[in-house]
T-cell receptor, first 115, second 114 residues
Framework: AQSVAQPEDQVNVAEGNPLTVKCTYS??????LFWYVQYPNRGLQFLLK??????LVKGSYGFEAEFNKSQTSFHLKKPSALVSDSALYFC?????????????FGKGTKLSVKP | DGGITQSPKYLFRKEGQNVTLSCEQN?????MYWYRQDPGQGLRLIYY???????QKGDIAEGYSVSREKKESFPLTVTSAQKNPTAFYLC?????????????FGEGSRLTVL
């Protein structure tokens, strides 16, 4: 069965410091991987995705993520955090062999960036 | 501007009443989805539709119903059979195909049962 784990419910960082939000996955085949961000009482916004090719993916707002097949991870990173990055972050995975409906989301990680 | 519009944003319902949440998209996307979000549980798939006049149950379809009579519209009805309907509901869409496309989300509808 497919699954996504975000092991940290909350991540706290100081503004200007690097941030990492962790994601590991389990799928039977090769995955498509996604990161989304959600601000309070809003819908989710797409940040970036890994489909194929370069393991380092760059996305919106200075975020990037690295696909690591051996560790089945897709951690979200940013070199220098901003207070405005504070939000809820979701990792999601889709098995390449699955139907369009099978996008599995993690439970989310709340990122708090303090000035 | 292209996007997904959900309405109403907030909705209050008495126990035993059915309610319908609207979702309209002008992105010309083939596939549409309904998710339920509860605190600490992430997003759970209720129903999805890949083409007009066709839809499939997701992981938590019991107590919900949908229709897809038009490409741009995918309304969700929360029926009285849904035991715990208070939640944040999100509609999304994506272009059909190989599954590489990201989802575009609406702003959500928050349903509270009194």
């Amino acid at each position: 069965a497919q699954s996504v784990a975000q092991p940290e419910d909350q991540v706290n960082v100081a503004e200007g410091n690097p941030l990492t939000v962790k994601c590991t996955y389990s799928v039977s085949g090769n995955p498509y991987l996604f990161w989304y961000v959600q601000y309070p009482n809003r819908g989710l916004q797409f940040l970036l995705k890994y489909i194929t090719g370069d393991n380092l993916v760059k996305g919106s707002y200075g975020f990037e993520a690295e696909f690591n097949k051996s560790q089945t991870s897709f951690h979200l990173k940013k070199p220098s955090a901003l207070v405005s990055d504070s939000a809820l972050y979701f990792c999601a995975v889709r098995d390449r062999r699955g139907s369009q409906g099978n996008l599995i989301f993690g439970k989310g990680t709340k990122l708090s960036v303090k000035p | 501007d292209g996007g997904i519009t959900q309405s109403p944003k907030y909705l209050f319902r008495k126990e035993g009443q059915n309610v319908t949440l609207s979702c309209e998209q002008n992105l010309n996307h083939d596939a549409m989805y309904w998710y339920r979000q509860d605190p600490g549980q992430g997003l759970r798939l209720i129903y999805y539709s890949q083409i007009v006049n066709d839809f499939q149950k997701g992981d938590i379809a019991e107590g919900y119903s949908v229709s897809r009579e038009k490409k741009e519209s995918f309304p969700l009805t929360v029926t009285s059979a849904q035991k715990n309907p208070t939640a944040f509901y999100l509609c999304a869409s994506t272009q059909g195909g190989l599954g590489t496309g990201e989802l575009f989300f609406g702003e959500g509808s928050r349903l509270t049962v009194l």
